[in-house]
């Protein structure tokens, strides 16, 4: 049995925490680009994190704030624009890297910006880099980057913590005895 405080350090994720600093150092699968093209705007939770993401009409992904820095409206309801994404409420315009790009009916105090994080797509999957930049190079698995392969992804949101999954994928004796 492990310390409250142990078991804080290695389960907390949130920004600032050790494991959240640690984990933000690596790309994570945070959506399925099939899902994206259906539904440009989501809402996404990473590593105790509440953000949106979005695709511009021109193809552009961005990974920004939850919420608009005027009025704290969610950024889910927001409105796919050729250049970043319109806050559904009065307008606002935020670009893929979170800088406020347009303020109708409001003297222009820009720049203005909310948090946003690198993303990319590959292999079908839209992945995020939370960490300090520079952001490393997203890994190019062989998995992920054949062309010979049928993929489908999805994404399912799991009611456990990232660190509870890994651990139990990493333990292939319980498959035969728990699933077996």
């Known amino acids: 049995m492990i310390s409250q405080e142990l078991n804080d350090r290695l389960t907390r994720v949130g920004a600032g925490t ?9 790309w994570h699968p945070i ?7 259906t539904e440009p705007v989501q809402p996404v939770r990473i590593l105790a ?3 949106t993401l979005f ?15 005027h009025r704290a409206i969610s950024l889910a309801y ?3 624009q050729e250049n970043g994404l319109r806050c559904a409420y009065h307008g606002w315009t935020y670009n893929t890297e979170g800088k ?7 003297p222009s105090c820009l720049p203005l910006k909310v948090k946003s994080y690198a993303v990319e797509e590959l292999g079908g999957l839209i992945w995020a880099y939370l960490g300090p930049g520079p952001a490393p ?6 998995l992920l980057v054949r062309a010979d ?4 992804m999805r994404m399912r949101e799991l009611p456990a913590n990232w660190l509870q999954c890994m651990d139990n994928s990493l333990d292939p004796v319980h498959f035969e005895h728990l699933h077996g």
Not at 18 to 26: H, K, N, V
Not at 100 to 106: A, G, K, L, Q, R
Not at 149 to 152: P, R, Y
Request: glycine share 10%; aromatic share 6%.
């Open 18 to 26: 050790p494991m959240g600093e640690m984990l933000r150092r690596y």
């Open 31 to 37: 959506g399925a680009l099939q899902e994206l093209l």
């Open 49 to 51: 994190e509440d953000l």
């Open 55 to 69: 695709r511009t009409l021109r193809g552009e992904l961005g990974l920004i704030a939850k919420a608009c820095a």
């Open 78 to 80: 927001g409105i796919p």
């Open 100 to 106: 406020v790009i347009d303020m109708p009916f409001e």
């Open 137 to 142: 190079l997203l890994p190019r698995w062989e």
């Open 149 to 152: 392969l049928n993929k489908s």
